[in-house]
Nanobody, 126 residues
C-alpha cells in the first residue's frame, strides 16, 4: 500500500522556522519525485517545491525561493521541507505528493502526481 505521511506542521510566529517531513512507503522511493504543495483557506492548491529522488534535482516556487529548502533522506524514505523566514501568507495545509520520475517534468505548476498525503497544517502568526 502506497502511503505518504506528512508531519511537522504547527503554529509559528512571523520570521520563524518549521521543518516538514514526508515519509513515503509502498513504492520505490529512489525512482520517484516528491512535490510539496499547499492550500490556504479559500484558495487553490499551489505547488511549493519538488525534488527528483533519482537525480537530486529540485525546483521552487518564486514565492518561497531562498526561504524554503527541499531535501531527501534516502535511508529514511523521507523528504523534508525546511521553511525559514516564515510569513503569514505561508499559512496553509501542506501536502506532499509522489510521481514516478519518468513522468516528472520538474514543473512547479501543472505536474500530475499519482499519490498524495493527508496534509499537515502550518499557521504563521503576525
Amino acid at each position: 500500500e502506497v502511503q505518504l505521511v506528512e508531519s511537522g506542521g504547527g503554529l509559528v510566529q512571523t520570521g520563524g522556522s518549521l521543518r516538514l517531513s514526508c515519509v513515503a512507503s509502498g513504492f520505490a522511493f529512489d525512482d520517484y519525485a516528491i512535490g510539496w504543495f499547499r492550500q490556504a483557506p479559500g484558495k487553490e492548491r499551489e505547488g511549493v517545491s519538488n525534488i527528483n529522488n533519482s537525480d537530486g534535482s529540485s525546483n521552487y516556487a518564486g514565492s518561497v525561493k531562498g526561504r524554503f529548502t527541499i531535501s531527501s533522506d534516502h535511508a529514511k524514505n523521507t523528504v523534508y521541507l525546511q521553511m525559514n523566514s516564515l510569513k503569514p501568507e505561508d499559512t496553509a495545509v501542506y501536502y506532499c505528493a509522489a510521481v514516478h520520475a519518468r513522468y516528472y517534468t520538474g514543473a512547479i505548476h501543472g505536474q500530475v502526481y499519482d499519490y498524495w498525503g493527508q496534509g499537515t497544517p502550518v499557521t504563521v502568526s503576525s
